[in-house]
């Protein structure tokens, strides 16, 4: 019975902190862009194009820092295979996370 609750408890733990790898947190932005991108400057266009698409005011700060709607975020870049597919994920994390 032990081992069950064990199993279950790992199962919860490790599944936590998928999530929270790949930004599923309160308060973060998570993105799927279309490219792939090397270039920071490219991907911070990219990111700010998407998130005006999204209706939110964006703006690039440099340094992987954003300004979106009055808030100060961080990016942070996720390689992922999702069924066997390279996916690239932007998670913008607001810096008061990070701070803390």
Known sequence: MIYLFITI???VAVLFGFNML???R?????LDLD???T???EQANAVTDELKKQ??????KGNGQFVVNGLS???QKRNVAMGGVPLERTV???KKIIAS
């Open 73 to 75: 975020y961080v990016l």
């Open 26 to 30: 309160k308060g973060t932005i998570t």
């Open 22 to 24: 790949m930004g599923y």
């Open 9 to 11: 408890g790992t199962f």
């Open 92 to 94: 913008l994390i607001p």
């Open 39 to 41: 270039n920071q400057q």
């Open 35 to 37: 490219g792939r991108y």
């Open 55 to 60: 209706g939110k005011a964006a703006e690039y």
